[in-house]
T-cell receptor, first 116, second 114 residues
Framework: AQKITQTQPGMFVQEKEAVTLDCTYD???????LFWYKQPSSGEMIFLIY??????QNATEGRYSLNFQKARKSANLVISASQLGDSAMYFC?????????????FGQGTRLTINP | DTGVSQDPRHKITKRGQNVTFRCDPI?????LYWYRQTLGQGPEFLTY????????KSRLLSDRFSAERPKGSFSTLEIQRTEQGDSAMYLC????????????FGPGTRLTVT
């Protein structure tokens, strides 16, 4: 079974600082994908970034980067130069690629608050 | 590209009533998913369609829950004889076959059972 663990219930950072949100995962699959989503107070889940298990380089999307350490089974999200609009819940998720395993398994999330 | 839409956005119902939610995926996406999210938790998978075929169901999907995607486009999720424990946000997502297959979510339907 796949499992995602996010150990930080809440994070508080000053605007313009960088922030790292932790995510560890557990799976017996050799091929899998890791995702980060942002959920503002409006409720919609917004896709941020993806890392494939065979990708050799860490994924980056604008101010978002994923620090992927396969041996440690961690996939931390780094947000550079945080902005007030980054305040939201952040969820780490994974998906296997064996046939039939199309669902995303989510962690419990981290609530990020950016202070002005 | 209009994104994933869900209707209604909010539903308040009395215990024992039936409710139905609708999801319209991104038009070119052939995969559609339903998730449920309770307060303070991450979304939990309910069921998944590829085109009109329902290929995977969670054990969370009790006999009171049924989902359809009759023509491989929009989908409906029906809950019969609602219970207070059904109160949650119901999220729909869609994706296209191939590649990294990231799922794009709709705004959700918040159900409150009184």
């Amino acid at each position: 079974a796949q499992k995602i663990t996010q150990t930080q219930p809440g994070m508080f950072v000053q605007e313009k600082e960088a922030v790292t949100l932790d995510c560890t995962y557990d799976t017996s699959d050799q091929s899998y994908g890791l995702f980060w989503y942002k959920q503002p107070s409006s409720g919609e889940m917004i896709f941020l970034i993806y890392q494939g298990s065979y990708d050799e380089q860490n994924a980056t999307e604008g101010r978002y980067s994923l620090n992927f350490q396969k041996a440690r089974k961690s996939a931390n999200l780094v947000i550079s130069a945080s902005q007030l609009g980054d305040s939201a819940m952040y969820f780490c998720a994974m998906r296997g690629f064996i046939q039939g395993a199309q669902k995303l398994v989510f962690g419990q999330g981290t609530r990020l608050t950016i202070n002005p | 590209d209009t994104g994933v839409s869900q209707d209604p956005r909010h539903k308040i119902t009395k215990r024992g009533q039936n409710v139905t939610f609708r999801c319209d995926p991104i038009s070119e996406h052939n995969r559609l998913y339903w998730y449920r999210q309770t307060l303070g938790q991450g979304p939990e998978f309910l069921t998944y369609f590829q085109n009109e075929a329902q290929l995977e169901k969670s054990r969370l999907l009790s006999d009171r829950f049924s989902a359809e995607r009759p023509k491989g486009s929009f989908s409906t999720l029906e809950i019969q004889r609602t219970e207070q424990g059904d109160s949650a946000m119901y999220l729909c997502a869609s994706s296209s076959l191939g590649g990294r297959d990231e799922q794009y979510f709709g705004p959700g339907t918040r159900l409150t059972v009184t």
